[in-house]
T-cell receptor, first 112, second 112 residues
Framework: AQSVTQPDIHITVSEGASLELRCNYS??????LFWYVQSPGQGLQLLLK??????LVQGIKGFEAEFKRSQSSFNLRKPSVHWSDAAEYFC??????????FGAGTTVTVRA | DVKVTQSSRYLVKRTGEKVFLECVQD?????MFWYRQDPGLGLRLIYF???????EKGDIPEGYSVSREKKERFSLILESASTNQTSMYLC???????????FGSGTRLTVV
């Protein structure tokens, strides 16, 4: 069975500081991995995805993620956080994407 | 701009009522999904459909059914609403393998 763990429920970061959100997955084969962001009252927006190839993936809004097979991880990073990055972030894993399993989410608060 | 539209942002229904949540996509996507989102649990898959009139159970189908009579529309039905079905419901669609989901803005359902 596939599953995703996001160890951090809530992270507070200062504007301009770097951000890293952790994601660990359990999956029997090569996973399809995703990061989504949800602003308050909104649906989820795709930030980036990994299927194969280069293990460092670039996404929208200045985010990147690195796939590490040996650690079963797909951590999301941003070098310099903006106040508009305050949101909830979800990591997801699946096969050919028909059934994605989502983590419980990490809420990011940005302080001035 | 491509869209997944959920007909209601907020709904309040009484216990025992039959509830219909509607989702329409304008991208000619084959696959559509219904998730529910609860704090601390992330998103859980209720049902999905990979073609007109086709449906498959997700991880938590109990108490729900779905209908897909047309490619663009995927309806979630609560046969007899209960208070434990109070939640945020998210509809999504995708074009096929190697594509991410496009989500609607969600319907927040309260059953009283």
């Amino acid at each position: 069975a596939q599953s995703v763990t996001q160890p951090d429920i809530h992270i507070t970061v200062s504007e301009g500081a770097s951000l890293e959100l952790r994601c660990n997955y359990s999956y029997g084969a090569t996973p399809y991995l995703f990061w989504y962001v949800q602003s308050p009252g909104q649906g989820l927006q795709l930030l980036l995805k990994y299927f194969s190839g280069d293990t460092l993936v670039q996404g929208i809004k200045g985010f990147e993620a690195e796939f590490k097979r040996s650690q079963s991880s797909f951590n999301l990073r941003k070098p310099s956080v903006h106040w508009s990055d305050a949101a909830e972030y979800f990591c997801a894993v699946g096969s050919n994407d028909y059934k994605l399993s989502f983590g419980a989410g990490t809420t990011v608060t940005v302080r001035a | 701009d491509v869209k997944v539209t959920q007909s209601s942002r907020y709904l309040v229904k009484r216990t025992g009522e039959k509830v219909f949540l509607e989702c329409v996509q304008d991208m000619d996507h084959e696959n559509m999904f219904w998730y529910r989102q609860d704090p601390g649990l992330g998103l859980r898959l209720i049902y999905f459909s990979y073609d007109v009139k086709m449906k498959e159970k997700g991880d938590i189908p109990e108490g729900y059914s779905v209908s897909r009579e047309k490619k663009e529309r995927f309806s979630l039905i609560l046969e007899s609403a209960s208070t434990n079905q109070t939640s945020m419901y998210l509809c999504a669609s995708k074009a096929g393998a190697n594509y991410g989901y496009t989500f609607g803005s969600g319907t927040r359902l309260t059953v009283v």
